[in-house]
């Protein structure tokens, strides 16, 4: 049976890099037990590797992707079907795809692509930057629109500042499949904020995952305080 998160859940995004400290399967399935005992109800995970190790942790659903560089081509989140095969394959419940409107390494259309996916019954989270991206997205058969990728395409980058709270709501008083608030969300409040917008469930990740982003965002605050004469010998 298909595991999905939960409506207004948190769901912890368990990624790090290759050059990151805590790149490594072991380090991203622990976090994940961690966000599980946080409360969390879902695990969003990068590559085939991290995921099994992820499902062997957990029971929580997971949203698997596979960020991977193709010659020639922007787009990372599990460009190709192969990809996405090869991620749910992994033990994914979700696979989270690029759904901009970008060329695919693989030659597909974004419609041809999700068709694809369907046809082997695989649940489809379209990650998009645009309000056009999520409708086309949702008319080609998407189960989920996700705001992942806004701000983060070359024309989407200048919109408003994150979280697109805006494009959240107006995506959710447009579409009836469930729309996931993913993207800059730092604070508790602010996930908060994205439930009220409509958000079917929420996606934090370095807030919650990256302690060297945790650790710099203190560091730069109390620097900030110091330099402007708060600090006491």
């Avoid at 929580?60 to 989140?77: N, S, T």
């Avoid at 608030?181 to 917008?197: H, N, R, V």
């Avoid at 996606?203 to 600090?231: D, E, H, K």
């Amino acid at each position: 049976m298909l595991k999905v998160p939960a409506r207004s859940s948190l769901v912890v995004s368990c990624q790090a890099l290759a050059h990151e400290p805590l790149h490594g399967s072991a380090h991203m399935a622990a976090m994940a037990r961690a966000a599980r005992e946080g409360g969390a109800g879902g695990i969003r995970a990068n590559s085939p590797t991290d995921i099994r190790a992820i499902r062997e942790a957990v029971e929580l659903p997971i949203i698997g992707l596979w960020k991977r560089d193709y010659k020639g081509f922007e787009m990372y989140i599990t460009p190709t079907v192969e990809d996405a095969v090869a991620v749910h394959a992994a033990g994914a419940d979700i696979v989270a795809i690029d759904a901009t409107g970008r060329p695919r390494p693989d030659g597909l259309t974004l419609e041809r692509a999700i068709a694809e996916l369907k046809q082997r019954g695989i649940a489809v989270m379209a990650d998009i930057s645009t309000y056009g991206e999520g409708l086309l997205a949702a008319e080609y058969g998407a189960d989920y629109v996700s705001t992942t990728l806004a701000g983060y395409t070359p024309y989407s980058e200048g919109d408003s500042p994150l979280p697109r709270l805006d494009l959240l709501k107006r995506l959710a008083d447009s579409l009836t499949v469930p729309v996931i608030a993913e993207g800059g969300i730092s604070t508790p409040q602010q996930a908060g904020l994205a439930l009220a917008a409509g958000a079917h469930f929420v996606v934090v990740g370095s807030a919650i995952t990256r302690p060297q982003w945790i650790t710099a965002r203190y560091a730069a605050a109390m620097a900030s305080v110091a330099l402007n004469g708060g600090s006491r010998a």
